[in-house]
């Protein structure tokens, strides 16, 4: 879908949505990315990751494919990464392919000895191939 199209359907009401994108109902999903390495207490995981999706949806808000999504079962599927620099390529590959992206750095405050960490990328939801071809490498968590 080019850019023209995404913009227009941003703002278009819910039917023309609907109707727009009818060929994506039930093939929508997010994608939430954990990183492994850093052996996450598993709610700080569950917290990073929700932080990551909040912040692709909410930075994506007007992005027809997110529209979609949340008008349906808005599936998310959590998966993990072993490497920061695994991690940081597929967000800029993403990025690149214009898929919403959500990108989060703990604080450090409790865990992470006070050393800023990425901790979570959220991708998407978006074109269903293009997310498959970035993540269906990924294992679940």
């Known amino acids: 879908m080019n850019k ?3 913009f227009f359907l941003g703002y278009a009401p819910a039917c ?5 994108m009818q060929n994506y109902d039930g093939k929508l999903k997010q994608i939430i990315i954990l990183r492994t390495d850093l052996n996450m ?4 995981e569950i917290a990073q990751g ?4 909040m912040g692709a949806y909410l930075g994506n808000r007007r992005d027809p494919f997110v529209r979609m999504w949340l008008q349906g079962a808005f599936a998310k ?3 993990g990464i072993r490497t920061e620099e695994e991690m940081l390529d597929l967000h800029q590959r993403a990025k690149e392919a214009g898929l919403a992206t959500c990108l989060i750095q703990d604080s450090g405050r409790t865990e992470f000895k006070g050393v800023p960490t990425y901790t979570s990328l959220t991708i998407g939801p978006g074109e269903p191939e293009k997310v498959a071809e970035l993540t269906q490498h990924l294992k679940l968590r």
Request: hydrophobic share 40%.
């Open 4 to 6: 023209l199209t995404r």
């Open 77 to 79: 599927i959590a998966v």
């Open 16 to 20: 023309v949505l609907r109707r727009a």
């Open 50 to 53: 929700a932080h990551s999706s």
């Open 41 to 44: 207490r598993r709610g700080k």
